[in-house]
């Protein structure tokens, strides 16, 4: 069960860092870590049930995928590194 997510296992482990990322600018911010808690916790879980469905139904598409996927990713952590700069 487990080998069909195994070409997104990039996606995953770099989305789960830039999430980390990302939460640590809202606590920099000053956003409510309970509410930036539980939003989190909310989008992990959606994206763990849209990545569940549509695995099966794109796994044809996993290049692509990971490239725009991976694109996503480092464009938020560039864009959070710039924001981060520019505060300092």
Do not use: H
């Amino acid at each position: 069960m487990l080998e069909q997510y195994l070409p997104f296992v990039g996606l995953i482990i770099f989305g789960n860092i830039e999430n980390l990322v990302l939460s640590s600018q809202g606590v920099v911010a000053g956003v409510n870590p309970l509410k930036l808690g539980i939003a989190s916790f909310i989008c992990v879980i959606l994206w763990l049930t849209i990545g569940t469905v549509a695995t099966s139904v794109l796994i044809d598409y996993v290049s692509f995928i990971d490239f725009i996927g991976g694109l996503a990713i480092f464009i938020l952590g560039l864009q959070a590194m710039v924001e981060s700069i520019r505060g300092v």
